[in-house]
C-alpha cells in the first residue's frame, strides 16, 4: 500500500530546525495493521501526516497505491490531487476525536462523503449504517457535547470508514480515553480492520493496544525501527 | 450540509454574528439615512429652483449686456411733450416716463430659441422676456437749479434719486411650450385664470398675489405697463425665494412694448428656457447650447444649487459632506470589525477546517462555507440596515424643521428665470448715474423673503439595492478576509493546533 523511501521532514523552529524525519525507508503491505510507538516528539505523528497526504516530506518519496511500487508519489501530487486521495482512500482518527461540535453525530458522518459528491438521500443512508456499525444507531441526532469520549471516538470511526477507505491512520485513538473504553474501541478498530481488509496504521503509546498488530515500529530521533513483526493474513470474525 | 453547518455555526456564535450584524446595519443604515436626506435636500432645492425655473424647465440661456455709456432714452407721450435724444424739455414742464426695459439681460433673437428648439436631445424650448416696468414723473428744473447733469449731451439725474419701485413684468408664453417652460408655469394659480392661446396679443396680464395684494389688484382690474392697460386675468401665487415677477403679460405684447438699451425688442427675448428629454442630458445640452450661442450664459440647476442660501444649503453640505463621510467611516469601521471578527472565528476553528481538510474538503469548499456564513451575517445586516435607515429617515423627516432658502443675491451672473436682474450699469440719459437702485430693491427683497420648506428624507429603491450591495459587500470582504486565512491553513498544521 505504501512504501517510503528516504522521507525527511525538516522544521524550522526559532533559529534552528527540527529534523523530525531523517531517511525513513518503509514499506506497507496491503491489509496490513502497523503500530507505531515511541516517546514525545519524536516524529511518530509526522510520520502518520506523510502517510495521510497532510504534510509533504522535506525529501524522499511516499509511493501511495495498491501497490507501493507503482503508486502515486504524495509527496510530488498537486494539492488538489492529494486532497482526492484523502478524501476517496484515507480515513482519519484523531486522539481529540475532531469531531464538528455544531453538526450531529450522523451530520459529522455525512461530512466525511461531501466531497465525495454523494447524493444527500445516499449519504444519509450510508453515514446511518456506519454509526449503526459503531453501535451508535441510537445516537444519530446527538451533538458530540452530548456523546461520551467514547461515543465520540465511535462517531471518528464510522466517520473515518463511512467512504470505505483503503486505509485508516488513527493518531493516538485511545490517548483520551478510560481503560475500559479504550479497549472497547480497539476491539472495533480490530474487528473492522479484519472484516474490511483494511490497511490500519495507528501510532500510539500504549504499549497494550501496540501489541495487538502486526507489526510495531519505534519512532526514535526521527528514525524508524520494526520491533516486532508477526504478520497474519487478518481472520474474518464471526 | 452547506446550509445546515451555515445554520448551526451561525447559530453556535450568535453574540459574535449579531454583533457583525449590528456593525453593518449600523453602516449601511446610515448610508441610507444620509442617501435619503440628500435626495430631501435635493428635492427642497428643487422645490425651490423650480418656482425660479419652471417646474419643467432645466437650462436657462441669458445675455449679458454691454452698455454703450450713451444710450437715448426717449419720453414717450410724456405730458409736457415727448423729445428725443438730447433734447431738453422745457424748464417747469411735468415729464411723464413710462418705460418697460430690458435692465439687466441682453436680447437674445428669436431666431435662436427656434435654434435651440430643434438641438439634439432638447424636449422643448421657449422664450420670454424680463423686465422692469418704471414710471417716473417730474418737472423739469430750470437750467441753473440743477444738481449734478442734467438731460442731453452727457448728463443725467445724479443717482441716488427717489426713484419708485419698479414694477417686474415676465413676459411669457401664452400656449405650447412658451406656457410649459418659465416661471409662469410653476406659479400656482389663486384666482381667475392664466393665459389662452387667444391672448397672444392682447393686454391682459396675469399678476403675482403679493403684488396685487400691495396694489390693491383683483382680477378684472387694470395694471398699467408702458402707459398700456393691461386687463388682470388672473392672479397667482409664486415662491417667495425666486423674487418672483410682479406682473406676466404675453411675451408677443412684451416684445412690442419693452425695449433694451434704447432698442426695440421685437422679436427678440432676454431668457430662453431649455426642457432636456432627459436628466442625464441637461450637462450635454448645456454645453452643446455654449457652443451654439457664444457669449451667453447657460445655466442649469446644478449650477443655480451652489447659490442657494438659508438652512437648505447648511442642510446639504451637512448632507453631503459630514453625512457622507461619517456614513463612509462608519461603514468602513463595520467592514473591518466584520473581517476582524471573521478572521477572529476561522482562527478559533483551525482544528475543525484541518480536520474537514483531512476528511478531504477542498479550500474551495472550506472557503466557500467561511463566506458564506459572512455573507449570512451580511444579508442579515442589511435587512437591519435598511430597517435603520427607514427608520432614520423617518427621524429626519419627523423631527427635523422646516428648512429656509432663498437665491444668494449676486451681481453680474446669470439670472435664470429673471428673477434676479443685474446691478449697476446704465443710467438715464446720455450716460450719467440714475440706475441701479432698481436691482438692489429686488434681491433686497428676495433676501428678506426666503422661502420655507418642508424636508422629507424619501429611502429610493437605488438606496435600498445600494445597501444590498453593501451588505453583499461586507459579507464578501470579511468572508474573502477569513477564508483566504482558512486557505492558507495546512492540514497538518490546523490538525497540531492546541485549543
Known sequence: MYKLTGVTKDYPKGRGVVHALQGVDLTIDDGEWLAIQGPTGHGKSTLLQMLGGLDRPTAGSVLFGDDGDDGEDLAQLRESQVTRVRAEAIGFIFQTFNLIPTLSALENVEAALVPLHVSTAERRRRAEAALADVALADRLRHLPSELSGGQQQRVAIARALVKEPKVLLADEPTGNLDEGTRDDIIGLLEMLWRDRGLTMVLVTHDSTVARRAQRIGIMQNGKLAIKQDTRRQPTPTA | ?499
Not at chain 2, 406676466?248 to 426642457?275: C, E, H, M
Open chain 2, 1 to 499: 450540509m452547506f446550509l445546515t453547518y451555515l445554520r448551526r455555526e451561525l447559530r453556535r456564535r450568535a453574540r459574535q454574528a449579531s454583533i457583525i450584524a449590528l456593525g453593518l446595519a449600523l453602516g449601511i443604515g446610515l448610508v441610507i439615512t444620509v442617501t435619503a436626506l440628500s435626495s430631501g435636500v435635493k428635492n427642497a432645492q428643487a422645490e425651490v429652483l423650480h418656482s425660479l425655473y419652471g417646474q419643467d424647465t432645466d437650462i436657462t440661456v441669458t445675455k449679458t449686456p454691454t452698455f454703450s455709456g450713451g444710450g437715448s432714452f426717449s419720453f414717450r407721450g410724456a405730458g409736457a411733450g415727448a423729445s428725443g435724444t438730447g433734447t431738453r424739455p422745457k424748464a417747469g414742464s411735468t415729464v411723464s416716463i413710462d418705460n418697460l426695459t430690458a435692465t439687466g439681460l441682453a436680447a437674445i433673437s428669436g431666431s435662436d430659441v427656434t435654434a435651440v428648439s430643434k438641438m439634439k436631445n432638447v424636449a422643448a424650448a421657449a422664450g420670454g422676456l424680463t423686465l422692469n416696468d418704471t414710471k417716473l414723473s417730474f418737472t423739469v428744473p430750470s437750467s441753473s437749479s440743477s444738481g449734478s447733469g442734467g438731460f442731453g449731451g452727457g448728463g443725467g439725474f445724479s443717482g441716488s434719486g427717489h426713484f419708485p419701485t419698479p414694477i417686474s413684468v415676465d413676459g411669457v408664453g401664452v400656449s405650447g411650450a412658451g406656457a410649459a417652460l418659465g416661471p409662469l408655469s410653476s406659479a400656482k394659480l389663486s384666482s381667475g385664470r392664466t393665459f389662452a392661446s387667444a391672448d397672444a396679443n392682447a393686454d391682459v396680464a396675469v399678476v403675482d398675489s403679493t403684488y396685487a395684494k400691495t396694489s390693491k389688484l383683483a382680477v378684472g382690474s387694470t395694471v398699467t405697463l408702458a402707459k398700456t392697460s393691461f386687463k388682470i386675468v388672473g392672479i397667482v401665487s409664486q415662491s417667495a425665494a425666486s423674487s418672483p415677477p410682479d406682473v406676466f403679460i404675453p411675451l408677443a405684447r412684451a416684445q412690442a412694448l419693452g425695449t433694451s438699451d434704447g432698442k426695440s425688442l421685437k422679436g427678440d427675448v432676454n431668457t430662453i428656457y431649455v426642457a432636456a428629454n432627459s436628466a442625464s442630458n441637461i450637462t450635454s445640452v448645456s454645453k452643446d447650447i455654449s457652443a451654439a450661442l457664444p457669449g451667453t450664459t447657460v445655466t442649469n440647476s446644478s449650477d443655480l444649487a451652489s447659490e442657494l442660501t438659508g438652512s437648505v444649503s447648511t442642510a446639504s453640505s451637512l448632507a453631503n459632506n459630514l453625512g457622507r463621510w461619517l456614513a463612509i467611516a462608519v461603514l468602513i469601521a463595520a467592514f473591518l470589525l466584520a473581517s476582524l471578527l471573521t478572521a477572529s472565528a476561522v482562527s478559533r476553528r483551525v482544528r475543525e477546517f484541518g480536520t474537514l481538510k483531512a476528511l478531504g474538503w477542498n479550500s474551495r469548499r472550506v472557503v466557500g462555507q467561511v463566506v458564506g456564513e459572512a455573507i449570512t451575517i451580511g444579508i442579515i445586516g442589511g435587512i437591519a440596515g435598511v430597517g435603520l435607515g427607514f427608520l432614520g429617515a423617518a427621524l429626519v423627516g419627523h423631527f427635523t424643521s422646516p428648512l429656509t432658502a432663498a437665491i444668494a443675491p449676486t451681481t453680474g451672473t446669470a439670472t435664470p428665470g429673471g428673477a434676479r436682474t443685474f446691478t449697476g450699469g446704465g443710467g438715464f440719459g446720455g450716460g450719467g448715474g440714475g440706475g441701479g437702485g432698481f436691482d438692489r430693491i429686488r434681491n433686497a427683497s428676495a433676501a428678506a423673503h426666503p422661502v420655507t420648506v418642508h424636508l422629507s428624507a424619501p429611502v429610493t429603491a437605488s438606496a435600498i439595492a445600494a445597501a444590498v450591495v453593501l451588505a453583499l459587500l461586507g459579507g464578501l470582504i470579511a468572508g474573502g478576509f477569513g477564508g483566504w486565512r482558512a486557505a492558507r491553513l495546512r492540514p497538518a498544521a490546523a490538525l497540531a493546533r492546541v485549543e
